[in-house]
C-alpha cells in the first residue's frame, strides 16, 4: 500500500507536461528536470519556481537546502506536512530534477510589469496594512508581507488581491498532514444566541479557535455552538479587482514582488 | 468491577499487589488461547485471536469515564511514528518505538525495564511506509517476537531482551521490510512482509517459535501452474505484489489462520497483469499446519487504486436467517464492508459503509460490479474511496455486548493518476502517483455498523479523515482519537461523546487497549510520539 498522503503526481504527469522554457532548459539533462519540475513542483511552487502556493525557488539561495546535498535530500525526504517526498525518483531523475531547481536560482527572474513605487502608494492609500504587516508596520488580522516577493510570484499575488478566496494560504495548521484553509470566514452562534464572526485560527474535531476583526481570540467547543458555518471559497478580504485600475493592480504587485525581508 | 477473571489473572494480580512487576513472564499458548478470559492482560496484537479489540473490563463506565485522568506517559526515545499496539502480560507492557526497538515498560509507572534495537543500515529500504515504523509485538512462553524494518524476525528474551535467535526473512535489497506485530500460536510466529509497492511477491510465513526454524511459507501470488496463475499476464506475477503487512486472525476450533493481503503490482497500472491478479486484496484461509490455503474471497479483483485488504479480519458469531454462523468481518479499503462465513468463505452480505463511485454495487457472490472507465487515467480520475482507503490498517472493533462492529472512516477522495511502471529491484513500482483531496474537502467519522448486515446505526463526525484505531470495552464505551489530537470516549450505543482529552499529536492510529493492575482498568492511546495510559482517580 502506498501510505504517503500527499500530491505525488507520477513520473507520467511529469512527463506528458511540456511547458518550455528555452532560457533555461538548454541541455537534454536541463530539459528533463525542468519535465520533471513541471509534472512533480510546478502545481505549488509555480512555473519557473516562481512561487505559487509554496515557496518561490528562483533564489540563489533555499533557506532549507543551502547546497546540492541537501537539495537532493529535502527532495526524496519532503517537508513533513507540506511536502511530499519523491523517494519514487531514480538517482538520475533526482540530480536532473536538483540541477534545474539550481539553475533557476542562476537565472534572474524578471521583475513583473507596474511601477512598484506607485503600488507602494497603492498600498498605503488603500489601506492594505491595516491588516498586514509589512516591515514590521501593520495590523496582523491577515498574512504578513514582509517577505511576500520572496515566497510567492506574480501570478499567486495578483490572484490574492482579485479574488482572495480562491487563494487563502493553506497547510500550515498544527494538524498533521492537513492542508488545511488559513484565514477562513467562520461564523458562530452560541446557544445562548451571541454571535461571532472571526477567521479560524486552529480546529479538531470537537474545538474551533478564532480571532476577530479586533484581534480578539475566542475558544468553543463544538457542542457548545448553536451554529458553525465556515464560509468555504471565501475570505474575509475583499476583491481589489473592482477597486483598482488594471494599471494600478499591476503597480501594486510590482510593490509585493519587491518585498524580499532580509533575502 | 472486572468482568471476569480467571486464575491466572488472580495470580498475576497477587504479584503486582507486591510492587513488582513478574519478569518471569510466562505466556504459554493456553493463555493466548483463552485471552479473552484474562482481560487484565492484553496479550495479543488485537487482544485475542479474533481480533474484536473488546475488553471485557467493565470499571470504566459511562458513568465515571469522565473522571478519567493520565497516569503515565512513555515519550520515544527517538523521533518517529509511534504505531505500536502494546502487550501487556503480568505487568509488563512490550511496545516497538520506530523504526524496530522493542522496550519493556513498568505498567505500573511507565519507566523502561529493558529495550532492545537491531541495526539498521542507513539504506535500509522501507519503500511506502511514510517512515520505518513497527506496530508491536507478540509474546509466547518467555519470549517476545518483533519483526524488522530490515527483513528479519528476531525472538528476544522476556526478561531481559537479549536476542534469543534472530532469522532473515527475505532480502531488504529487494524491498521486503517488516512493520506488522508477529501473531503466536501453538510454538508458531506468523509474519507477514511489506513491499508491494516495490515489486516484492508476498508471503505469509510460519516460524518454530523455538529454533526460528521456517515451517512453511505461503505465496499470495503464484507461479506458473499453481491455482490462480491464470490470473496474472506475461511475468507479472514475479512482481505481482500481494504484500500481508498486518497482523491476522485466528479460529482455534475451525484451525483456520485468516490473513488479508494487499495491492498488486505495479498498484495503479494494471495493463501487463490482466486478469483477477489472485490473490492480492483479498482474504485468505490458511491451515496454520501447512499453510495450505483452504479458501479465499477476493474484494477488489484486478486492482488499480491500491485497495489493500489487509485490514484486521475480525472474527465473531451471529445468527444469520436464523441459522448461527461463524462470521469474518471486515471494512474493506474499497468502501464496503463485507462479512463472510469464514468455515467456507462464502459470501454473506456486503454494503457500502462509505462514499464509493468506483461500483454499481456488489453481486450475489460479492464481487463488485466496477463501474467502467473508473481506472487511473493519465490526466488524473477522482475516485472514491481515496488513494489511503476508507478504511486503512486502523483497527476497528467489535463489541460482543451491543454486535457493532466501530470503524473509523475516511471519507476523501483521490485524483488517480496512471503512468508508466518500468521494475527496477528496491525502487518503487507503482505505475502512476495520486493527489489527494484533502483539507477542507475530506473529513471523517467513527462509524458503528451492525456487524452482521452492515447497516449503519450512528455516527460521530470527525474533522480530518481518521488513522485512528477503535477499542470498545465492557463498560459499554468505545475509545479512539482523531488526527488533530483528540482522544476521546464514546457511549457505544448511541456514539454520544462522553470524555475527552486533547493529547497534541496525532492519534495515528493509537490503538488503544486496556488492562488492569493492582485492581485497576487502564486504558492506553498512542498520540503523537507518546503514549498515553489513563485511569480512573
Same mark, same amino acid.
Given at each position: 500500500m502506498i501510505t504517503t498522503r500527499w500530491f505525488c503526481a507520477g513520473l507520467l504527469a511529469a512527463i506528458v507536461s511540456s511547458a518550455g522554457s528555452p532560457a533555461i532548459a538548454a541541455t537534454p539533462a536541463a530539459e528533463d528536470g525542468k519535465k520533471l519540475f513541471d509534472g512533480?513542483?510546478?502545481?505549488?511552487? $509555480? !512555473?519557473? +519556481?516562481?512561487?505559487?502556493?509554496a515557496p518561490s525557488?528562483?533564489?540563489?539561495?533555499?533557506d532549507r537546502a543551502p547546497d546540492d546535498d541537501a537539495l537532493r535530500s529535502l527532495i526524496v525526504?519532503?517537508?513533513?506536512?507540506?511536502m511530499p517526498a519523491?523517494?519514487?525518483?531514480?538517482n538520475d531523475q533526482l540530480r536532473q530534477l536538483a540541477d534545474y531547481v539550481r539553475s533557476l536560482g542562476r537565472t534572474p527572474s524578471a521583475p513583473p510589469g507596474g511601477d512598484p513605487r506607485h503600488g507602494s502608494e497603492l498600498y498605503a492609500r488603500l489601506g492594505c496594512a491595516t491588516c498586514h504587516i509589512v516591515a514590521g508596520q501593520g $495590523? !496582523?488580522? +491577515?498574512?504578513?508581507?514582509?517577505?511576500i516577493g520572496a515566497l510567492r510570484g506574480a501570478e499567486y499575488l495578483r490572484e490574492a488581491i482579485v479574488d482572495p478566496g480562491a487563494a487563502l494560504p493553506r497547510?500550515?495548521?498544527?494538524?498533521?498532514g492537513r492542508d488545511l484553509f488559513q484565514f477562513l470566514p467562520v461564523r458562530v452562534v452560541t446557544r445562548d444566541g451571541r454571535e461571532v464572526r472571526g477567521i479560524r485560527i486552529n480546529e479538531d474535531s470537537l474545538t474551533i479557535q478564532l480571532r476577530d476583526t479586533s484581534g480578539q481570540f475566542y475558544s468553543f467547543?463544538?457542542?457548545?455552538?448553536r451554529q458553525l458555518e465556515k464560509d468555504t471559497g471565501k475570505s474575509p478580504m475583499p476583491s481589489y479587482k473592482d477597486r483598482t485600475t488594471p494599471g494600478e493592480l499591476a503597480d501594486l504587485v510590482a510593490y509585493l514582488w519587491t518585498l524580499k525581508g532580509s533575502r | 468491577m472486572i468482568a471476569r477473571c480467571c486464575k491466572a489473572v488472580l495470580a498475576s494480580a497477587a504479584v503486582i499487589a507486591l510492587g513488582?512487576?513478574?519478569?518471569?513472564?510466562?505466556?504459554p499458548y493456553q493463555r493466548l488461547l483463552h485471552a479473552d478470559t484474562d482481560p487484565?492482560?492484553?496479550?495479543?496484537y488485537s487482544g485475542g485471536?479474533?481480533?474484536?479489540?473488546?475488553?471485557?473490563?467493565?470499571?470504566?463506565t459511562r458513568q465515571n469515564v469522565g473522571q478519567l485522568k493520565t497516569t503515565w506517559v512513555y515519550q520515544l526515545r527517538?523521533?518517529?511514528?509511534?504505531?505500536a499496539s502494546p502487550i501487556v502480560a503480568d505487568g509488563i507492557m512490550y511496545i516497538t518505538e520506530p523504526p524496530s526497538t522493542v522496550t519493556a515498560l513498568d505498567?505500573?509507572?511507565?519507566?523502561?525495564l529493558w529495550t532492545w534495537s537491531p541495526q539498521i543500515p542507513r539504506d535500509v529500504i522501507t519503500i511506502?511506509?511514510?517512515?520505518?515504523v513497527n506496530r508491536g509485538v507478540a509474546v509466547l512462553d518467555d519470549m517476545v517476537f518483533v519483526g524488522t524494518v530490515v527483513g528479519h524476525l528476531t525472538a528476544l528474551?522476556?526478561?531481559?531482551?537479549?536476542?534469543?535467535w534472530d532469522v532473515v526473512?527475505?532480502?531488504?535489497?529487494?524491498?521486503y521490510f517488516l512493520t506488522l506485530a508477529p501473531l503466536a500460536l501453538d510454538g508458531k510466529i506468523i509474519v507477514g512482509v511489506s513491499g508491494a509497492e516495490a515489486g516484492i511477491r508476498g508471503f505469509i510465513d510460519a516460524y518454530d517459535?523455538?529454533?526460528?526454524?521456517?515451517?512453511w511459507r505461503t505465496h499470495t501470488v503464484p507461479s506458473p501452474?499453481?491455482?490462480?496463475?491464470?490470473?496474472?499476464?506475461?511475468?507479472s506475477w514475479k512482481t505481482g505484489g500481494g504484500s500481508t503487512w498486518l497482523t491476522g486472525s485466528f479460529d482455534p476450533d475451525l484451525n483456520l489462520l485468516y490473513w488479508g493481503t494487499g495491492n498488486p503490482g505495479p498498484d495503479l497500472n494494471g495493463d501487463d497483469r490482466?486478469?483477477?491478479?489472485?490473490?492480492?486484496?483479498s482474504l485468505l484461509a490458511l491451515s496454520?499446519?501447512?499453510?495450505?490455503?483452504k479458501w479465499h474471497f477476493q474484494?477488489?479483483?484486478?486492482?488499480?487504486?491500491?485497495?489493500?485488504?489487509?485490514?484486521i479480519p475480525v472474527l465473531f458469531d451471529a445468527t444469520v436467517d436464523g441459522r448461527t454462523r461463524k462470521l469474518v468481518g471486515t471494512a474493506n479499503r474499497n468502501g464496503f464492508y463485507y462479512v463472510l462465513?469464514?468455515?467456507?468463505?462464502?459470501?454473506v452480505t456486503g454494503t457500502a459503509y462509505a462514499k464509493q463511485n468506483w461500483t454499481e454495487g456488489l453481486d450475489a457472490k460479492g464481487r463488485p460490479r466496477v463501474r467502467p472507465g473508473t481506472d487511473p487515467t493519465v490526466d488524473g480520475l477522482l475516485t472514491y474511496?481515496?488513494?489511503?482507503?476508507?478504511?486503512?490498517?486502523h483497527s476497528p472493533t467489535y463489541s460482543p455486548q451491543t454486535k457493532l462492529f466501530y470503524q473509523a472512516v475516511k471519507e476523501m477522495g483521490t485524483y488517480f493518476f496512471k503512468g508508466e511502471a518500468k521494475y527496477e529491484v528496491?525502487?518503487?513500482?507503482?505505475g502512476g502517483g495520486f493527489r489527494q483531496?484533502?483539507?477542507?474537502s475530506a473529513s471523517g467519522a467513527i462509524r458503528a455498523l451492525?456487524?452482521?448486515?452492515?447497516?449503519?446505526?450512528w455516527d460521530f463526525p470527525l474533522l480530518s479523515p481518521p488513522w485512528t484505531s477503535l477499542l470498545s470495552t465492557a463498560g459499554g464505551l468505545v475509545f479512539g482519537g482523531t488526527e488533530e489530537g483528540n482522544f476521546l470516549a464514546l457511549?457505544?450505543?448511541?456514539?454520544?461523546?462522553?470524555w475527552d482529552i486533547q493529547?497534541?499529536?496525532?492519534?495515528?492510529?493509537?490503538n488503544p487497549i486496556s488492562f488492569a493492575v493492582d485492581g485497576k482498568q487502564y486504558v492506553t492511546t498512542t498520540a503523537g510520539t507518546a503514549l498515553f495510559v489513563f485511569g480512573l482517580p
Open positions: 512533480l513542483c510546478v502545481a505549488c511552487h $509555480g !512555473s519557473e +519556481g516562481a512561487g505559487g502556493e525557488l528562483n533564489r540563489f539561495t533555499l525526504s519532503g517537508i513533513q506536512n507540506r519523491m523517494r519514487h525518483l531514480s $495590523g !496582523s488580522l +491577515g498574512p504578513v508581507l514582509t517577505e497547510g500550515t495548521l498544527s494538524v498533521p467547543r463544538k457542542a457548545e455552538l | 513488582y512487576a513478574d519478569t518471569s513472564a510466562q505466556i487484565s492482560n492484553w496479550l495479543t485471536y479474533q481480533s474484536q479489540r473488546f475488553s471485557a473490563l467493565n470499571q470504566i527517538q523521533p518517529g511514528l509511534f504505531e505498567v505500573r509507572t511507565g519507566r523502561p511506502s511506509a511514510p517512515s520505518p528474551d522476556a526478561k531481559s531482551g537479549a536476542v534469543r526473512v527475505e532480502d531488504n535489497k529487494h524491498a517459535s523455538k529454533s526460528g526454524r521456517r515451517l501452474g499453481e491455482p490462480g496463475s491464470d490470473t496474472w499476464g506475461k511475468e490482466p486478469g483477477d491478479n489472485l490473490y492480492t486484496c496454520p499446519a501447512d499453510g495450505k490455503v474484494f477488489t479483483p484486478h486492482d488499480t487504486h491500491d485497495w489493500d485488504a489487509n485490514q462465513d469464514r468455515s467456507t468463505g462464502e459470501f474511496p481515496g488513494l489511503s482507503g476508507a478504511a486503512n490498517w528496491g525502487r518503487v513500482f507503482d483531496v484533502g483539507g477542507d451492525d456487524a452482521t448486515t452492515g447497516k449503519p446505526k457511549d457505544a450505543d448511541t456514539g454520544k461523546l462522553l493529547l497534541g499529536g496525532a492519534v495515528r492510529a493509537g
